[in-house]
C-alpha cells in the first residue's frame, strides 16, 4: 500500500497502520543492488524500523540518483508514526519541500519481509541498538548496500557479528557505511586542516595517560530540541540494553574523529595499532517526571525496573576510555545530562597538542555555544614570527575556504579562526552531506581502502571499552 502525504492524526495514522499490517501485498521484482551508475532515481531506499530522528534526517532532503519512493519496513507503533509525521513535515514545508512516497509494511516479520521482498538496493537503518548488527548482517547477506546510523554494535558480541557482516559485504560486493555526521562540522576539519601544516602545528604529541596527546570530550541532552520542535524519544532509549551505554553510542564520533585527524587516509589495524589502558562509566539520574517529559511516557516500562534505584532511573550515558593508537595518547570522553541550562546546547571540546602549537575546540558560553577553533603556541615559541606565520597559512586556506580569517585573542597568546557563516552548517545539515558522500562512494563502486578497516577498529575501541568499564 503506498502512502502519499501519511496523515498526521495520531488516531488515522493508527488506523492505516493497521490496516498495511493486515496487507498480503505479493513480491515485486527485486532491486539490482550490483553497480549503480548515478543515475536519476537510481538508488531505491528502504528504511528498516526507523525508532530514531537520525533515520527521517537523511531524508531532510531530497537527491537526484535517489528514488523518491521509499519502502519501509517496521513494527507498528509511535517509533514509526513519529517517522512518517517528519517525513510529511518535510513534505508539506513552504521552502523547498521534498517530495518523498513511503511504502509501508507492518508486522513483527519486518525483517523477513524486506529481505524477502528486495524492493530497494540501498538499506537505511536507524533506531533500536538491541538487533542492528544482527539486522544489518542480514541486510549485507541480502545482497543490499547499508547506510547505519551509529552505533553499529553495542557490546563486543555485536562487534564479532559486525566483523563478519563487513567480509559479506565484500564477498557480496556492496557497501557497509556508517553515518559520521561529525566529519562534516566545519571547526574540526580545520583543526584537521591546521593540524596537516607542519609550521603551525608542528608534528603530533605522543602525550601520556595523564594528559593526553588526543582529547575529544562531547556533552549532550535527553531533552533537547530537534528542527525546531521538542524532541520525544522512545522509552526505549534509555534502555541500555536497547540504545546502549554512552560508552559505546556517542564515543564512536569521537574515536572515528580521533583517526580521522591524526591519521588521515591510513588504514588502523586493531590488532597491532590499538592498545587499551583505562575505561569508566556512570550513570546520569533522571527522575520519573524527567523521563516523561522527555517520552510522554507517565510510567517506566518493565524493561527499566533494572536500572531503577529507589525512585529514580539511572542511565549509563557516562563513560571514558583512555587508549594508545599508534603510540599516541588518546582520550574520549561523553557526559549525558538531562537539559541544557537556559540559552546553552550540546557541546565539544577538543584538543590535538602539537610540538609547535596546540589545537583546541571549545563550544562553551564564552563563544555563544558555537564551535570555535583556537590555535596556541606552546610555550617559549617566537610569537610575532609564528604570528606571521599564521597570517599567511590562513591567508593561503582562504583559497579553499572563502572568507577565512583569524584575530587575536586579547590579553592571551592564541589566536582564533574566524569562521565564515557560510561554512557553519548545522547538524541536521551533516547528514545531508554524509548521504551525498555515501552516494559518490556507491557510484565509484567502492570505499576507500582506509574505510573499513577503520570502522572495524572504531568499534573495537568502543565495544572493548565497555567490556573494561564494566569489569
Known amino acids: 500500500m503506498k502512502v502519499k502525504n501519511p496523515v498526521l492524526s495520531s488516531l488515522c495514522l493508527s488506523t492505516l497502520l493497521l490496516a498495511m499490517s493486515c496487507s498480503s501485498e505479493t513480491s515485486v521484482e527485486s532491486a539490482d543492488s550490483s553497480k549503480l551508475s548515478g543515475a536519476p532515481n537510481e538508488i531505491k531506499l528502504v528504511t528498516l524500523d526507523p525508532g530514531h530522528f537520525h533515520a527521517h534526517l537523511v531524508k531532510k532532503s531530497i537527491y537526484p540518483q535517489v528514488d523518491p519512493t521509499v519502502h519501509v519496513y517496521a513494527p507498528s507503533g509511535p517509533d514509526l508514526q513519529a517517522y512518517l509525521t517528519a517525513i510529511e513535515s518535510y513534505n508539506t514545508r513552504t521552502d523547498d519541500p521534498t517530495n518523498w512516497e513511503m511504502e509501508v509494511y507492518t508486522g513483527n516479520d519486518f525483517l523477513q519481509k524486506m529481505v524477502s521482498e528486495k524492493k530497494g538496493n540501498v538499506m537505511v537503518t536507524a533506531g533500536n541498538n538491541r538487533n542492528k548488527t544482527k539486522n544489518i548482517l542480514s541486510a549485507v547477506e541480502a545482497g543490499f548496500h547499508v547506510l547505519a546510523d551509529k552505533p553499529m554494535a553495542i557490546d563486543t558480541d555485536g562487534f564479532e557479528v559486525l566483523k563478519e557482516a563487513f567480509d559479506v559485504a565484500e564477498k557480496n560486493d556492496v557497501l557497509l557505511f556508517d553515518i559520521m555526521t561529525e566529519r562534516f562540522e566545519i ?72 583517526q580521522w585527524e591524526c591519521f588521515p587516509e591510513k588504514i588502523i589495524d586493531y590488532n597491532t595499532d590499538i592498545e587499551m589502558v583505562t575505561a569508566t562509566r556512570w550513570p546520569t539520574e533522571l527522575s520519573l517526571e524527567e523521563f516523561t517529559r522527555s517520552t510522554g511516557l507517565t510510567e517506566f516500562p518493565d524493561y527499566l525496573t533494572p536500572y531503577i534505584k529507589g525512585d529514580v532511573l539511572e542511565v549509563y550515558g557516562n563513560g571514558e576510555i583512555n587508549y594508545k593508537i599508534n603510540g599516541v595518547h588518546a582520550k574520549v570522553s561523553v557526559i549525558w545530562n538531562y537539559v541544557a541550562p537556559e540559552g546553552s546546547a550540546d557541546t565539544h571540546y577538543s584538543i590535538m597538542r602539537g610540538t609547535t602549537s596546540n589545537l583546541v575546540i571549545r563550544q562553551d558560553k564564552k563563544e555563544n555555544y558555537k564551535p570555535e577553533l583556537y590555535i596556541e603556541p606552546v610555550k617559549g615559541t617566537d610569537l610575532a614570527s609564528f604570528e606571521e606565520t599564521l597570517m599567511q597559512k590562513v591567508s593561503a586556506l582562504g583559497s579553499k575556504f572563502q572568507g577565512l580569517g583569524v584575530v587575536k585573542v586579547d590579553g592571551e597568546n592564541s589566536w582564533r579562526i574566524e569562521i565564515p557563516q557560510a561554512f557553519r552548517t548545522s547538524h541536521e545539515d551533516h547528514f545531508r552531506e554524509v548521504t551525498e558522500k ?34
Not at 236 to 250: L, M, N, R
Open 438 to 471: 555515501y552516494i559518490e562512494h556507491l557510484t565509484a563502486g567502492k570505499l576507500p581502502d582506509w574505510e573499513v578497516p577503520n570502522m572495524i577498529t572504531k568499534y573495537y575501541v568502543t565495544t572493548k571499552g565497555l567490556e573494561m568499564a564494566t569489569k
Open 187 to 258: 571547526s574540526t576539519i580545520l583543526q584537521k586542516e591546521f593540524s596537516l601544516i607542519p609550521e603551525i602545528f608542528g608534528t603530533l604529541e605522543n602525550g601520556t595517560l595523564e594528559n593526553p596527546a588526543v582529547t575529544k570530550e562531547s556533552v549532550h541532552h535527553f531533552f533537547k530540541t530537534v528542527s525546531g520542535k521538542p524532541l520525544q524519544r522512545p522509552g526505549w532509549f534509555y534502555d541500555v540494553a536497547q540504545q546502549g551505554e554512552g560508552i559505546v553510542d556517542v564515543t564512536t564520533h569521537l574515536v572515528d574523529l580521533v
